[in-house]
């Protein structure tokens, strides 16, 4: 890994990670290859977890671009998690080191009983939705690849980044990795200061910046002036929906709705912005370094040269990914997705898809943020269930029925309706199903409203 010190050497002139200096910068690298490599002489790849702090970004960085570099095996961690998440995670990993926060752990064993490749891995946790802690087994070239395939597509030699999406998750450390492989600058603020419209003064014109739909919504309430800086707005990590969109292409924004994941280094697919400009919907085009198929039930495939290598421990390169996404490809051959596969909702023998549901409901501008589940139910098989924040106390749920009534088919229609102060989402606004279930099956009797239009149907079952 003799080029990272290269890239870093032949930068040590310029201002590229602002607010760093870039000698400061290469002199904790060098700090942490000796510690790490002092660590390398009493184990083979030790396995490093690596905390980011946003006040020490600049040490996650450099210890991140070390242990790549001294071939140890790292473990990208979140500081939010609490004790029942450590636990989970050190007994999994059983590290040797944890830098960027102090943890009370002993190493268990120096052995490790699954066969890794003797090289740097770089392991993205995962699965916030379903609450149970995974990390996507990566290398140095999948995410390099992904650069390529992000610069080959924009038609890029340089990308600057705004980083305000944490490191640890693919979304931030990808934004890293495009600026420092391709020379570019990258600038990483605090989202909790965007929060309160405490704005950097910069000149944005040339920058990228990534965005969930929740912080997309935030900032076209607060500032929509300092969006309409930016050359491209990414916006990714959760489905948007269709008001959403509508509102960013009224203000003109360069938005470039992406679909990707942890798995294969972010995105595969992305709508470039002057086609979202035109309208488009959709999430655009494969990026040159994947290949995407769909199956007759709509499945989605992913062959790519930025794909992971299994869930640690289990090292397991696969040909391709078979993703719980639904979509389908339009004539100018732009992607569209449909929902999860799991999610799908099968009530009186019809198959419901929750978000075009939730889109629905959402364009009626009655409730801030909706889910759509289903629950077991006798008679349907599964009850169209939506739980929902209100845009106000004012609004009715019959209100809602009745706004909704020519825009869904009966069956489409949620039978059940639960009124909450707010949706259980992560950082990058994914919902936790298991959390909604839980409240959709144990929420009291008394607050869930079933629809007097839809009550006394009888389903129709396909045969």
Known sequence: MN????????????????????????QLIQNYIEQLTQLKKLTNNPRIILVETHEDYHHFLAAFLATVITNCHVFLGDKRWKEREWEEVCNLVNPHLILGIDLNYTIKSNQNNFPLPNK???MISTGGTSGKIRFSIHTWHTLSASVKGFTHFFHLDKVNSFCILPLHH??????FMRSFLTQGKIIIYPYSKLKKNILPSFNFEDFFISLVPTQLQLLLTLNPKFLQQFKTILLGGAPPWNSLLTEARNYQLNLSPTYGMTETASQIVTLKPEDFKQGNNSTGKVLPHADIKINEDKIIKIKAESLYFGYYPHYEPQPYLITDDLGYFDHKNDLHILGRNSQKIITGGENVFPKEVETIILETNLVKDIAIIGIADEQWGEAITAIYVPQNNTVDVTLIQETIKKQLSPVKQPKH?????????????????????KIATTYPKQENYLSKNQGSKTPSFRR
């Open 3 to 26: 080029n990272i010190l290269e890239i870093i050497e032949t930068r040590l002139h310029q201002e590229w990670i602002m607010g760093c200096h870039s000698h400061y910068f290469y």
């Open 120 to 122: 740097s891995l770089i």
């Open 170 to 175: 693919v979304s931030g450390l990808m934004q």
């Open 417 to 437: 309706w639960i009124r909450v102060k707010q949706l259980p989402r992560n950082q990058q606004g994914k919902l936790n199903y298991q959390t909604l279930q």
